[in-house]
T-cell receptor, first 113, second 113 residues
Framework: ETGVTQSPTHLIKTRGQQVTLRCSSQ?????VSWYQQALGQGPQFIFQ???????GRGNFPPRFSGLQFPNYSSELNVNALELDDSALYLC????????????FGEGSRLTVL | GESVGLHLPTLSVQEGDNSIINCAYS??????FIWYKQESGKGPQFIID?????DKRQGQRVTVLLNKTVKHLSLQIAATQPGDSAVYFC????????????FGKGTLLTVNP
């Protein structure tokens, strides 16, 4: 167990709706990264939050946004859902912002119909 | 665009044998490489990393080899055990942004008893 918890574990939405996914980081970790993993693919970097600010962003449109709270937990928000947004969304926490040693949660499985 | 890829999508080995999982990358600017293991229904788990100024690094039962000349990375697992059965991903980053990982598609390792 990594100590990173994500909720909800599964959810179904329809195209055009909005979704919020939540993540609690491991104790002592001040950085949270979000990844999208499509079925049969490797994870793709969405963005990272450090000290409540976005520290870096992958190739995702602005309708993907996030927040980090003072307790280092984080949210991923996706607006105007599209069918291709169906994926496993992984949250990972780390000590410091520039490390590849990430501690992943088990993910939130989003299905868009 | 440049991406990280894998030579084989599946690998089947006998328990106790050594396993070698290969990975090719195309980004000549990649300076940090990392291997993750993902078991079914779980998030990726860090195995080992290596920087571009090294060509070999060893961990517990695992060795990563980096050949920058041919842009090739491999993960060797000694005395493979049933618990090693999982999907293995290589990932890379560049420009010193170790947190911004680009993952390959993964190799499914199956260990037969």
């Amino acid at each position: 167990e990594t100590g990173v918890t994500q909720s909800p574990t599964h959810l179904i939405k329809t195209r055009g709706q909005q979704v919020t996914l939540r993540c609690s980081s491991q104790s002592g970790h001040n950085t949270v990264s979000w990844y999208q993993q499509a079925l049969g693919q490797g994870p793709q970097f969405i963005f990272q939050y450090y000290r409540e600010e976005e520290n870096g962003r992958g190739n995702f449109p602005p309708r993907f946004s996030g927040l980090q709270f003072p307790n280092y937990s984080s949210e991923l928000n996706v607006n105007a859902l599209e069918l291709d947004d169906s994926a496993l969304y992984l949250c990972a926490s780390s000590v410091g912002r520039n490390t590849g040693e990430l501690f992943f949660g088990e993910g939130s499985r989003l299905t868009v119909l | 665009g440049e991406s990280v890829g894998l030579h084989l999508p599946t690998l089947s080995v006998q328990e106790g044998d050594n396993s070698i999982i290969n990975c090719a990358y195309s980004n000549s600017a990649s300076d940090y490489f990392i291997w993750y293991k993902q078991e079914s229904g779980k998030g990726p788990q860090f195995i080992i990393d290596i920087r571009s100024n090294m060509d070999k690094r060893q961990g517990q039962r695992v060795t990563v080899l980096l050949n920058k000349t041919v842009k090739h990375l491999s993960l060797q697992i000694a005395a493979t055990q049933p618990g090693d059965s999982a999907v293995y991903f290589c990932a890379e980053s560049s420009g010193g942004s170790n947190y911004k990982l680009t993952f390959g598609k993964g190799t499914l390792l199956t260990v037969n008893p």
